[in-house]
């Protein structure tokens, strides 16, 4: 083989695993994804308590770090400016549990009492999202779920 062609190759070879590398990193670098997500509302009925549970996979290739949940009313403020991020830092945490290797099972429940029910605006309600990865990356989903108070 001449230098030339051997020059080449392992030009070539550096390319490719280079590419391969950032490849790599760049896949270790994606948010997290938000799957399987509802919200179950009951109301209080008869002396009992009524509550909300929020119920979601996340997938984040580092892991999942943490996620935080808010609902919010469509008739809000929040209606017509979604949740941000900035928003969503004072928000309840979820409880994650492993599901698969990057993949946690994370559910929110709070309870509802009558009292909150009667102060509660009708209509529907919306469930916003922040999952952390262990990695720092972020993803937001201000309407992962949807339910009604009557």
């Known amino acids: 083989m001449s230098r030339r062609m051997a020059l080449s190759v392992a ?8 590419a391969g590398a950032y490849a790599l990193a760049y ?5 997290p994804a938000l799957t399987h997500a509802t919200a179950r509302y009951t ?7 009524g509550s909300l549970t ?12 943490d996620v935080k949940v808010l609902a919010w009313p469509q008739n809000s403020s929040l209606g017509r400016d979604e949740p941000t991020a900035k928003d969503m830092a004072a928000a309840e945490p979820a409880v994650c549990k492993p599901f698969k290797k990057h993949t946690a099972t994370c559910t929110y429940t709070v309870p509802t009492t009558a009292s909150d029910a009667e102060s509660a605006p009708r209509g529907v309600w919306h469930v916003a999202v922040l999952a952390t990865a262990r990695n720092g990356t972020i993803a937001l989903d201000a309407r992962a779920a949807d339910f009604l108070v009557k």
Do not use: C, H, M, W
């Not at 030009?11 to 280079?18: F, M, P, Q, S, Y």
């Not at 896949?27 to 948010?31: D, F, K, L, R, V």
């Not at 929020?54 to 770090?65: D, P, Y």
């Open 54 to 65: 929020f119920t979601a996979f996340v997938t984040a290739s580092s892991g999942v770090k």
């Open 27 to 31: 896949a270790g670098e994606q948010p």
């Open 43 to 49: 109301a209080p009925e008869g002396g009992r308590d």
């Open 11 to 18: 030009a070539g070879a550096v390319v490719l695993v280079g």
